[in-house]
């Protein structure tokens, strides 16, 4: 534990204007970050006594190292920086908003030549036009089913389109009269495009002007005596009346708004938004977060406006934002807000009328979901401290091990071996910290040598970081031979972070990200037996390193081995403790198989092509394209290779030479007749 005068800016060191501020913990990560009108002041109030301090604050101050500061010129320039920098460096003791599910959304493609409506969930497109969030996807179906009957636009895919246009043959939408069918020519592109305009007023809430329109047009339809043309009118009428009726009116027409409330205990607090548009509901989505720092009301309020307005432009942006309770610096917010827009918003606490109303209502949402939530949590919170606890007591450690790395080799009979490291912090998943290695130090299968290898490279890399940050005066030499540096790898799965190389481009040193390897565990598994666990304490030893616990998981009998120990540790089948580090082990496992099999599979596609320098996989396409096959290429002379579009001189004697030095295998031979079999090497070798 730090102790907050040791790293004490001194008097009269920190301005007295605007800015930001972090702060970094022993190993540089930036563990908070706050903005002030003042920065003496509030960075000031950090340094008192202890004892006056919030608990939360106290626990933050005393996990920092350092305090570091940024100056701006006004508090929306802070106000910004501040949001920035959350995103970026997702600091442990700010509150962040978690989503408690992917909200789906109604969107129309603008940006297609042929607009398209459909539900989308995930990060918002540019040129698509949203409406929502909505509670469910089924939801949006409904209500798109009804308008299409009045804005029949396109909803089929991309494939289905284009073979709908081929073919020439609307697809079953079209038949009925729910799809204008542009794929087959019936509108123009511009009379789709005017459709999906009209359909995407109407969600917006422009809605009595054009029902009135169409009643207007049914009633000079039916004086007409055009009464097929009036009915169908009048059923479009309806249908838009059923559709308006699925999102009840709650405030004037024409209002847009979104209602905010927060619900809040010692611990956590929900946040639920209401978003109303045109006077109706047209979206609800609710967050909740733990209070990690001392925050009340306001606070949790600001954060909440910076989450759910940090990327929106634009319309995104409401007139009027109603809120529980005002932010501190109200006035910047709502210039931040302003600046959002592109046009004046009102943030203010709703006093009297439906507003009020209204937002009771939303604050008994916020009071359910976090009910809701905490019911769901509690079981699960428990039985992770319950396992972390167990595993402590079980490996004899000095506190719960709130961050474990477990490392696991993969390989087929001995090719393509690699390893895979895994990172838990909490009893949960850090899939942004995890890693993959390529074995580089020998060839062949020996698992106990390559988890040596693994272990102590990742651990060199630890203290490298170390001694660059200054963390200490001098780096132990390692017993043993220097570990290999990591070797560059193919990019990793979704989720996961692609291995290192030590011999390339460092990462940045003082920007806050978590470093590629600076972070230590209290706790290191191997997926193995007593040799594996062997080997990795033994690089450990080598490197200087005993603050570090290692223990090991056999699979046969599900054994916990410890380092220097005949017998292992034996837990119980029902343990929590042990459920965990079978998780663990098991999702090492699981990331490690699915690096080996994408290196396997990449070396069976392999071409010849591939060990040219220089050569990207796009000239590689035009290549193959313009002479139709490796074979082919390899009979070219440089001038014809020179023809190639992108490819130059050296280049093509490059390539020359590296087909070259890579004679083709025999060719087959049908031993029923004796012909020759051509192979065409198109793409492989």
């Given at each position: 534990m730090a102790d907050p005068s040791s790293y004490r800016p001194k008097p009269g060191q920190i301005p007295d204007s605007p800015g930001v501020y972090k702060f970094r913990d022993e190993h540089r990560r930036v563990i908070y970050?706050?903005?002030?009108?003042?920065?003496?002041?509030?960075?000031?109030?950090?340094?008192?006594?202890?004892?006056?301090?919030?608990?939360?604050?106290?626990?933050?101050?005393?996990?920092?190292?350092?305090?570091?500061?940024?100056?701006?010129s006004t508090e929306v320039e802070a106000l910004?920086?501040?949001?920035?920098?959350?995103?970026?460096?997702?600091?442990?003791?700010?509150?962040?908003?978690?989503?408690?599910?992917?909200?789906?959304?109604?969107?129309?493609?603008?940006?297609?030549?042929?607009?398209?409506?459909?539900?989308?969930?995930?990060?918002?497109?540019?040129?698509?036009?949203?409406?929502?969030?909505?509670?469910h996807a089924w939801a949006i179906r409904e209500t798109v089913d009804l308008m299409l009957r009045v804005f029949p636009v396109r909803t089929c895919s991309a494939g289905v389109f284009k073979n709908a246009a081929r073919t020439g043959r609307p697809c079953l939408l079209g038949y009925i009269g729910k799809c204008s069918a542009p794929c087959v020519g019936r509108?123009?592109?511009?009379?789709?495009?005017?459709?999906?305009?009209?359909?995407?007023?109407?969600?917006?809430?422009?809605?009595?002007?054009?029902?009135?329109?169409?009643?207007?047009?049914?009633?000079?339809?039916?004086?007409?005596?055009?009464?097929?043309?009036?009915?169908r009118l009048r059923d479009d009428v309806e249908a838009l009346r059923r559709a308006m009726e699925k999102s009840a009116v709650v405030l004037a027409d024409a209002t847009d708004a979104d209602l905010i409330a927060v619900a809040e205990d010692e611990l956590e607090a929900a946040v639920q938004i209401f978003h109303v548009r045109g006077g109706r509901v047209r979206g609800q989505r609710g967050w909740v977060t733990d209070k990690v720092e001392a925050v009340d009301t306001a606070g949790l309020v600001e954060h909440a406006l910076q989450q759910l307005y940090g990327e929106e432009t634009g319309d995104s942006v409401p007139k009027e934002v109603l809120v529980p309770a005002l932010p501190e610096d109200s006035e910047a917010v709502a210039q931040w807000l302003a600046g959002r827009r592109g046009s004046q918003v009102s943030l203010r606490i709703p006093q009297r009328g439906d507003k009020k109303d209204l937002m009771a209502t939303v604050q008994?949402?916020?009071?359910?979901?976090?009910?809701?939530?905490?019911?769901?949590?509690?079981?699960?919170?428990?039985?992770?401290?319950?396992?972390?606890?167990?595993?402590?007591?079980?490996?004899?450690?000095?506190?719960?091990?709130l961050r474990i790395e477990c490392y696991d080799i993969s390989h087929l009979q001995g090719d393509d071996v690699v390893a895979s490291m895994v990172?838990?912090?909490d009893g949960l998943a850090r899939k942004s910290e995890y890693r993959r290695f390529q074995i580089k130090g020998f060839e062949g299968q020996d698992d106990v040598r390559s988890m040596h290898e693994v272990i102590g490279r990742r651990f060199k890399r630890y203290l490298q970081d170390k001694e660059r940050t200054g963390e200490w005066e001098e780096t132990p030499a390692p017993a043993g031979p220097a570990p290999t540096g990591l070797a560059p790898t193919d990019p990793a799965p979704t989720g996961a972070v692609p291995a290192v190389d030590d011999t390339g481009s460092e990462p940045r040193e003082d920007d806050g990200r978590p470093k590629r390897f600076a972070y230590p565990p209290q706790l290191v598994v191997v997926d193995g037996g007593q040799p594996q666990v062997a080997a990795a304490k033994r690089a450990l030893d080598e490197l200087g390193i005993d603050d570090i616990a290692v223990c090991g998981l056999a699979k046969r009998l599900e054994e916990v081995w410890l380092p220097d120990d005949d017998d292992p540790v034996v837990m119980p089948r029902s343990s929590e403790g042990l459920y965990l580090l079978q998780r663990i082990r098991d999702e090492a496992h699981r990331f490690a198989i699915t690096y080996q099999r994408a290196k396997r599979a990449k070396r069976i596609r392999s071409s010849p092509l591939d060990d040219v320098a220089g050569l990207g996989e796009t000239r590689k396409q035009a290549l193959i394209k313009h002479f139709g096959s490796v074979k082919k290429l390899r009979q070219a002379t440089i001038d014809e290779i020179c023809e190639v579009p992108g490819i130059g001189r050296r280049t093509a004697e490059s390539l020359a030479a590296a087909l070259a030095s890579t004679a083709p295998a025999a060719p087959a031979v049908n031993t029923a007749t004796g012909e020759i079999i051509e192979d065409d090497d198109g793409g492989t070798s």
């Open positions: 970050v706050g903005k002030a009108k003042n920065l003496r002041q509030r960075v000031a109030n950090y340094f008192q006594d202890l004892a006056n301090l919030h608990p939360r604050t106290r626990t933050m101050v005393t996990t920092a190292a350092s305090v570091e500061w940024t100056v701006v910004q920086l501040e949001y920035s920098w959350i995103k970026e460096f997702d600091p442990r003791f700010n509150v962040k908003y978690r989503d408690d599910k992917s909200y789906p959304y109604l969107a129309v493609t603008l940006n297609e030549d042929f607009p398209r409506v459909q539900v989308m969930r995930g990060a918002k497109k540019k040129g698509v036009r949203y409406f929502g969030p909505y509670g509108v123009t592109p511009e009379e789709h495009r005017e459709l999906a305009e009209d359909f995407c007023d109407f969600m917006a809430g422009r809605t009595g002007t054009y029902i009135r329109r169409l009643e207007k047009d049914m009633m000079q339809a039916a004086e007409e005596m055009e009464y097929e043309r009036a009915a008994r949402n916020a009071l359910q979901a976090l009910g809701l939530h905490k019911t769901k949590r509690a079981s699960d919170l428990t039985t992770r401290s319950r396992a972390l606890e167990e595993i402590s007591e079980a490996l004899g450690l000095d506190t719960a091990p990172v838990f912090e």
